[in-house]
């Protein structure tokens, strides 16, 4: 089923009274959860476990917390010693050797950004400094700078793999890569492929909205999480029942840049360096989290005609739906985009 609808995805698991119509759990059957919080959010794992298996629940959800912290200490571009901090440091003079988890990220991330167009792109980086600079001055980014800007993104194009080697090379100075948009939903499907090598049945993990259902709840019907208004935040107006299925979300509903009073998008389009328009949230579910969370950010970028196109085609993101909140603000004309 593909699907376009203005609304948000919250990932919220609600009570399971609506889903897949199950043959019904062990009556003994409970949620047992633990929240911790890591990458810069709130993660709450939740598994279903009856009262004689709650040591060995607690046993993984454990080791699948490790494998979530594992993510964060590689791929964080903040953690000095992580691997995406030395590729920052010194990929442009030499090829720089990174774990299998590490380079099948930045790998899978881009061809993400081949198959969007450039859309999804973990190279944007830099072109966040000025938009920060611009809202602390209170005046946007000169054209000039955000041109000069441009020069020093393109991951597609400018990120040397050695498949054999595991190594990752920039071919531009000053390029700088963060997987903010994709570590996630690899640290959630991480978890999950924890969980079930540990033999638990139906488990939620949640990283801060970037969640992924496996098996079914406590009850033997499918996890459910519910979809509200942002612009009221209060009230579920859908619910969507999740097997074995992930969610995420992107958004400036929550953060963006304020300048001269008016609001613009955290989200930054790789190929023109200006924030994106109209899309408030786009939330996205999918086969697996990382896709989920990959697309959300590209959708956001692309619109909804051509992020529906995406999903169409069949191809990279095959079995994905895509849900929009949007609304309109203008750019002064000498920062407006091309129209889509």
Same mark, same amino acid.
């Given at each position: 089923?593909?699907?376009?609808?203005?609304?948000?995805?919250?990932?919220?698991?609600?009570?399971?009274?609506?889903?897949?119509?199950?043959?019904?759990?062990?009556?003994?059957?409970?949620?047992?959860?633990?929240?911790?919080?890591?990458?810069?959010?709130?993660?709450?794992?939740?598994?279903?476990?009856?009262?004689?298996?709650?040591?060995?629940?607690?046993?993984?959800?454990?080791?699948?917390?490790?494998?979530?912290?594992? !993510? %964060? =200490?590689?791929?964080?571009?903040? $953690?000095? @010693? /992580?691997?995406?901090?030395?590729?920052?440091?010194?990929?442009? &003079?030499?090829?720089?050797?990174?774990?299998?988890?590490?380079?099948?990220?930045?790998?899978?991330?881009?061809?993400?950004?081949?198959?969007?167009?450039?859309?999804?792109?973990?190279?944007?980086?830099?072109?966040?400094?000025?938009?920060?600079?611009?809202?602390?001055?209170?005046?946007?980014?000169?054209?000039?700078?955000?041109?000069?800007?441009?020069?020093?993104?393109?991951?597609?194009?400018?990120?040397?793999?050695?498949?054999?080697?595991?190594?990752?090379?920039?071919?531009?100075?000053?390029?700088?890569?963060?997987?903010?948009?994709?570590?996630?939903?690899?640290? !959630? %499907? =991480?978890?999950?492929?924890?969980? $079930?090598? @540990? /033999?638990?049945?139906?488990?939620?993990?949640?990283?801060?909205? &970037?969640?992924?259902?496996?098996?079914?709840?406590?009850?033997?019907?499918?996890?459910?999480?519910?979809?509200?208004?942002?612009?009221?935040?209060?009230?579920?107006?859908?619910?969507?029942?999740?097997?074995?299925?992930?969610?995420?979300?992107?958004?400036?509903?929550?953060?963006?840049?304020?300048?001269?009073?008016?609001?613009?998008?955290?989200?930054?389009?790789?190929?023109?360096?200006?924030?994106?328009?109209?899309?408030?949230?786009?939330?996205?579910?999918?086969?697996?989290?990382?896709?989920?969370?990959?697309?959300?950010?590209?959708?956001?970028?692309?619109?909804?005609?051509?992020?529906?196109?995406?999903?169409?085609?069949?191809?990279?993101?095959?079995?994905?739906?895509?849900?929009?909140?949007?609304?309109?603000?203008?750019?002064?004309?000498?920062?407006?985009?091309?129209?889509?």
């Amino acid at each position: 089923m593909k699907r376009l609808a203005l609304l948000l995805l919250v990932t919220a698991v609600l009570c399971s009274d609506c889903g897949g119509g199950g043959t019904g759990g062990s009556p003994a059957a409970g949620n047992y959860k633990i929240t911790r919080e890591v990458m810069d959010t709130i993660v709450t794992i939740t598994v279903v476990a009856d009262e004689g298996s709650r040591d060995s629940a607690e046993a993984a959800v454990r080791k699948a917390f490790d494998a979530i912290y594992e !993510v %964060d =200490r590689l791929m964080s571009a903040y $953690r000095e @010693e /992580g691997e995406v901090s030395e590729i920052n440091r010194d990929a442009f &003079d030499r090829p720089v050797k990174v774990s299998d988890l590490t380079f099948n990220a930045i790998k899978r991330s881009v061809e993400i950004s081949r198959e969007t167009d450039g859309a999804f792109d973990i190279t944007v980086g830099p072109l966040v400094r000025p938009w920060r600079a611009a809202e602390e001055a209170g005046t946007l980014p000169a054209e000039e700078t955000i041109k000069a800007t441009l020069k020093k993104v393109g991951g597609a194009d400018n990120i040397l793999l050695n498949e054999e080697e595991k190594t990752v090379r920039f071919l531009v100075e000053g390029m700088r890569i963060d997987l903010g948009g994709i570590a996630k939903g690899i640290a !959630v %499907d =991480r978890a999950v492929e924890v969980l $079930r090598a @540990e /033999g638990i049945k139906g488990a939620v993990v949640d990283a801060g909205g &970037d969640l992924a259902a496996t098996g079914r709840d406590k009850d033997g019907v499918k996890w459910v999480v519910g979809v509200r208004n942002f612009f009221r935040r209060k009230g579920h107006i859908e619910r969507l029942a999740l097997e074995d299925k992930a969610v995420a979300t992107s958004g400036d509903y929550e953060r963006f840049y304020e300048i001269d009073g008016v609001r613009y998008s955290h989200i930054i389009d790789p190929r023109t360096g200006l924030p994106v328009q109209g899309a408030a949230s786009v939330s996205v579910i999918a086969p697996d989290c990382a896709t989920a969370d990959a697309l959300a950010t590209a959708a956001g970028v692309l619109g909804p005609s051509r992020a529906m196109a995406l999903v169409e085609d069949g191809r990279m993101f095959a079995g994905c739906e895509i849900l929009f909140a949007s609304y309109t603000h203008g750019f002064p004309d000498h920062l407006a985009p091309a129209a889509e």
